[in-house]
Every structure is written in structure tokens, then in C-alpha cells.
């Protein structure tokens, strides 16, 4: 199993991304996944999850201004990034908890970062 991120990059305050975490590799089935960031000096933290039946919850940095949502066809979770500002600088790095077709189970999975850099 591994989770694939794209997007991320540069824009300025004000401005909008939207990354995208693909899981593949043998998955029977998907709960949730989400979007964690770590912000220069910080440690990583939560900043939205999506669950497979359609519930959400955000982080209240990032509340009205990001939106998650998650393509079961294709298990693909997006982060739509709105009102970028700069103290949202980081490495944006997305997880899910799944059910692998076979071998052990993982407690979660984890993409590789991508980072976001918003300039003011």
C-alpha cells in the first residue's frame, strides 16, 4: 500500500492549491483519510479528516477556508486550500486508515509531504 500526493508549491496570500493523496496497492476497504501539516518549528498536526461515509471534521486554523472530501472510486483524498495564509507554510502530509488486501495491517498509513509556501 502507499499514498501518493500531489500538488502543493507556492502562491501568495489570499491565493488557493488544492492537494490531492492517492491510495493504492491492494485496498479492501478505506475509513477515512486526512491531511496533516508541519509547520516550521512545530510538530505534525491535524488539519482535516474525511470519513467514508461523509463525515468531516477540521482543525479550527482551517476552518472556512480549507475543504476535504475523498473520491471513493479512485481513493482519492483532496485538500482544497482557499485564503491561503502565510503561517499555513508548511509540509502538508496526508494519511488514511484502510484495510490492505492481505498482509498486516497497519495502525495508519502515510503519504509523503508536500510543501505548501504561501508569501505574504
Known amino acids: 500500500v502507499q499514498l501518493v500526493v500531489t500538488g502543493g508549491g507556492l502562491v501568495q496570500a489570499g491565493g488557493s492549491l488544492r492537494l490531492a493523496c492517492t491510495a493504492s496497492g491492494g485496498i479492501s476497504c478505506i475509513n477515512a483519510m486526512g491531511w496533516y501539516r508541519q509547520l516550521p518549528g512545530r510538530q505534525r498536526d491535524f488539519v482535516a479528516f474525511?470519513?467514508?461515509?461523509?463525515?468531516?471534521r477540521y482543525a479550527d486554523s482551517v476552518k472556512g477556508r480549507f475543504t476535504i472530501s475523498m473520491d471513493s472510486a479512485t481513493n482519492t483524498v483532496f485538500l482544497q486550500m482557499n485564503n491561503l495564509k502565510p503561517e499555513d507554510t508548511g509540509v502538508y502530509y496526508c494519511?488514511?486508515?484502510?484495510?490492505?488486501?492481505?498482509?498486516?495491517?497497519?495502525?495508519?498509513?502515510w503519504g509523503q509531504g508536500t510543501q505548501v509556501t504561501v508569501s505574504s
Open positions: 474525511v470519513m467514508s461515509g461523509g463525515g468531516r
Open positions: 494519511n488514511a486508515d484502510l484495510y490492505p488486501d492481505d498482509g498486516e495491517r497497519l495502525p495508519i498509513y
